[in-house]
């Protein structure tokens, strides 16, 4: 079980909101922007998320982690719970055939691809990781891919929600962890 101090904050929520970089007006103006590239990037920070977000796994066969980020998260849980993990791709950046799913951003649309070749996903429980949870479109679509190529998907594990965005609503009955949950 993760670390959890006198005050009832986790080892890991603190790594998180000591390290993260706010930026304003990024990528637009009036955007308060949560980038998480300093906790990756801090041994300490890194090993205390990745020792929180593996104990969420739920006896997972896999682990999914979302361009591109959840990569580098999806990995280092994998690594640590003896599993394999799965590079959900941005489209066009896998070679055919591929399983791909289209889905709607608050700015227009994009595609997620995984490959239909070469990895069984047929009865394989999978934890789907990415670093944000936003506005739900991403996890939701990642799990509409895995599951259409034969996935059990046993929940998602973010380390920022971003609660004001409603992206738990999206995402309906999957169970999703998240490390830090933010305005």
């Given at each position: 079980m993760s670390e959890t101090d006198a005050d009832g904050t986790s080892a890991a929520s603190q790594a998180i909101a000591s390290l993260t970089r706010e930026?304003?007006?990024f990528p637009e103006p009036g955007i308060q922007f949560k980038d998480l590239t300093p906790v990756l990037a801090d041994p300490a920070g890194l090993a205390t998320i990745t020792e929180a977000l593996a104990e969420?796994?739920?006896g997972c066969d896999m682990v999914?982690?979302?361009d591109a980020r959840g990569f580098l998260l999806g990995a280092a849980v994998a690594i640590r719970l003896g599993t394999g993990v799965l590079a959900v791709r941005k489209g066009g950046k896998l070679p055919p055939p591929v399983f791909s799913e289209t889905y709607t951003l608050e700015y227009g649309t994009a595609t997620l691809e995984i490959p239909a070749d070469g990895i069984d996903l047929t009865g394989k429980r999978v934890l789907v990781i990415d670093d944000v949870l936003a506005t739900g479109g991403t996890v939701a679509a990642t799990v509409k891919l895995l599951e259409r190529a034969g996935?059990?998907?046993?929940g998602a594990a973010v380390l920022l929600?971003?609660?004001?965005?409603?992206?738990r609503a999206v995402?309906?009955?999957?169970?999703?962890t998240s490390l830090t949950v933010v305005q």
């Open positions: 930026v304003a007006d969420v796994a739920d999914a982690g979302i996935a059990i998907v046993v929600e971003l609660e004001a965005l409603g992206g995402v309906g009955e999957l169970k999703v």
